[in-house]
C-alpha cells in the first residue's frame, strides 16, 4: 500500500511532486451533457457550468475536468461540434475568473485544440491516445499535461472486452503502450498521468481487484496515477438496495480512501467537498502532508 517515491507532473503553468509525503490531489467533474450516468442534464447551460465549477473549487477542487460527451457504458457519440458548443463556452468562462488548471474531457483531437487554445491545460483522453490518431500531436504541440486512461474498444462495446487474466498486469501492460504512443509524438513523461480505467471495460469484482493493485501498476509504470471510482455501478452493486448514482457518495467516500491508500495521487470526483475530507483522512492515515 505503498505510493513510492514523489514523481513530478508538469502542466503549463503549474507543476506538482505527487507522492512521496504529498497530499492527494482532487480533480472535480464538470459535466456539461444532458446524458452523463450521475449528473446528466445538471448543468444544461454554460453559466450553470460554471457556476457549478467555481463552487467545486471553493470546496476544493485542484483541477476542474469539464466534458460534453458522456462516455457512460452504452453511451452514444456526438459529434465534435456539438461537443465544442457544449465545453468552449465553460472553458472560457472559468478561464476568466481562475487561474486553476482546466483538463478537458475529450478523445478528440479537434475539441481539445480548441478546448486548449480557449484556456484549457490538460487533456484527458479515454482512450489512451487511441480512438484518435490525431490527439496525441495536438497535445505535444500546445505542451499540454496529459491523463491517459485505459479502456478497451469504445464506450458503445467496452463491456464486451472484459476478459483478463491478470486485471491489474494486463491494465499496466496496455497503459505502457499509451504511454508509448505519448512518448512516439514527443510527449515527455513528465507531462502524464495515467488513469487504469475504473469502470471502462471492467467487471465490478475487477474495478475491485484493480484498485487493490494500484500500488503495483504505479511502480510498473512509473508514473502517477489518477482514480475515478466516483459514483460508478461497481459502488451502487455492493450498497443495499442499488442506489442510483447521486445516493453512492458514501460508498464512493470509501472507494476513494481506498484508492489512495492502494496507490492514487489524484481521484476525479463529483462531491469534491466530502471527497477531499476522504482524501485529507486517507493521506493522514498513510503519514502523507495534509
Not at 499540454?144 to 476478459?163: D, E, K, N
Not at 469502470?199 to 475515478?228: D, H, M, V, Y
Not at 470509501?254 to 496507490?263: D, E, N, P, S
Request: overall charge neutral.
Amino acid at each position: 500500500m505503498e505510493r513510492g517515491d514523489g514523481v513530478v507532473w508538469r502542466v503549463p503553468g503549474r507543476e506538482w511532486t505527487l507522492g512521496a509525503g504529498r497530499r492527494t490531489l482532487v480533480m472535480g467533474i464538470v459535466n456539461v451533457t444532458p446524458d452523463s450516468f450521475s449528473d446528466g442534464g445538471r448543468c444544461v447551460t454554460a453559466q450553470a457550468a460554471v457556476v457549478h465549477g467555481l463552487q467545486l473549487l471553493e470546496d476544493g477542487a485542484d483541477i476542474l475536468d469539464i466534458g460534453g460527451e458522456s462516455t457512460r457504458p452504452g453511451s452514444q457519440p456526438v459529434s465534435a461540434e456539438e461537443e465544442l458548443a457544449r465545453v468552449l463556452p465553460v472553458i472560457r468562462g472559468l478561464r476568466e475568473r481562475t487561474d486553476v488548471p482546466l483538463s478537458v474531457d475529450s478523445w478528440k483531437a479537434e475539441v481539445a485544440e480548441a478546448a486548449l487554445a480557449a484556456g484549457a491545460t490538460i487533456v484527458n483522453d479515454i482512450s489512451g491516445f487511441a480512438l484518435d490518431p490525431r490527439l496525441a500531436a495536438v497535445a505535444a504541440r500546445a505542451g499540454a499535461g496529459c491523463v491517459l486512461m485505459h479502456m478497451r474498444g469504445t464506450p458503445q462495446t467496452m463491456q464486451q472486452f472484459t476478459h483478463y487474466a491478470d486485471v491489474a498486469g494486463e491494465v499496466a501492460s496496455e497503459l505502457a503502450c499509451a504511454l508509448g504512443r505519448a512518448a512516439a509524438a514527443g510527449i515527455p513523461p513528465e507531462r502524464i498521468v495515467l488513469d487504469p480505467g475504473i469502470g471502462f471495460s471492467k467487471t465490478a469484482e475487477q474495478n475491485l481487484e484493480l484498485i487493490r493493485g494500484l500500488g503495483r501498476l504505479r511502480r510498473a509504470l512509473g508514473r502517477p496515477l489518477l482514480a475515478g471510482p466516483s459514483r460508478k455501478s461497481f459502488i451502487g452493486k455492493l450498497l443495499p438496495g442499488n442506489p442510483p448514482a447521486a445516493e453512492r457518495d458514501w460508498g464512493t467516500a470509501a472507494a476513494v480512501a481506498a484508492c489512495i491508500l492502494y496507490g492514487a495521487d489524484i481521484v476525479r470526483v463529483h462531491n469534491v467537498a466530502a471527497m477531499r475530507q476522504a482524501a485529507l483522512v486517507a493521506d493522514a492515515l498513510k503519514g502523507e502532508a495534509v
